[in-house]
T-cell receptor, first 111, second 113 residues
């Protein structure tokens, strides 16, 4: 069985401050890890993935995530948040192709 | 990446009726999936739509309730049958690309009265 935990329902930051959204996972074998973002009344947009290789992966809109095997974590980060980053963020894991999603974290960036 | 469209984008339906949702991709893909996102919740995989054979359903989802067709490598439909208010959700299709990413359609927002 595979699962994802996003321990924070909400994250609030001021514009210009660093943003971190936490994710831990459980999966058999080598994990494939993903971050998606969902804006209101819109579909899911792919942000970034970890399949293999460098533990630090860079994605769209200035986001990056660090894979930590020992802590089974894949936290999403952005050095300087924008108001437009306010959205619902999902972490997902698989070891084949069936994605399991976390509950989601609502990010609010205040001006 | 892949460009995915879904029809309808939203619908309001009466209890006991059925709705068929269409998913169209701009390129041929091997694997297509259907997910459900219940109000305020995360996404749950319903089934894998297999081209030329029956869909593979996840635990808790059955073919009689969610029949799926996959007539070719760019198109799939999901039918929500004999609907009840509990079926009110966003239904999303996704495709798996060569880079192991899944790209999602815009979703179909279903409200059952």
């Amino acid at each position: 069985a595979q699962s994802v935990a996003q321990p924070e329902d909400q994250v609030n930051v001021a514009e210009g401050n660093p943003l971190t959204v936490k994710c831990t996972y459980s999966v058999s074998g080598n994990p494939y890890l993903f971050w998606y973002v969902q804006y209101p009344n819109r579909g899911l947009q792919f942000l970034l993935k970890y399949i293999t290789g460098d533990n630090l992966v860079k994605g769209s809109y200035g986001f990056e995530a660090e894979f930590n095997k020992s802590q089974t974590s894949f936290h999403l980060k952005k050095p300087s948040a924008l108001v437009s980053d306010s959205a619902l963020y999902f972490c997902a894991v698989t070891n084949d192709y069936k994605l399991s999603f976390g509950a989601g974290t609502t990010v609010t960036v205040r001006a | 990446s892949a460009v995915i469209s879904q029809k309808p984008s939203r619908d309001i339906c009466q209890r006991g009726t059925s709705l068929t949702i269409q998913c169209q991709v701009d390129s041929q893909v091997t694997m297509m999936f259907w997910y459900r996102q219940q109000p305020g919740q995360s996404l749950t995989l319903i089934a894998t739509a297999n081209q030329g054979s029956e869909a593979t359903y996840e635990s808790g989802f059955v073919i009689d309730k969610f029949p799926i067709s996959r007539p070719n490598l760019t198109f799939s439909t999901l039918t929500v049958s004999n609907m009840s208010p509990e079926d009110s959700s966003i239904y999303l299709c996704s495709v798996l690309t060569g880079g192991n990413e899944q790209f999602f359609g815009p979703g179909t927002r279903l409200t059952v009265l």
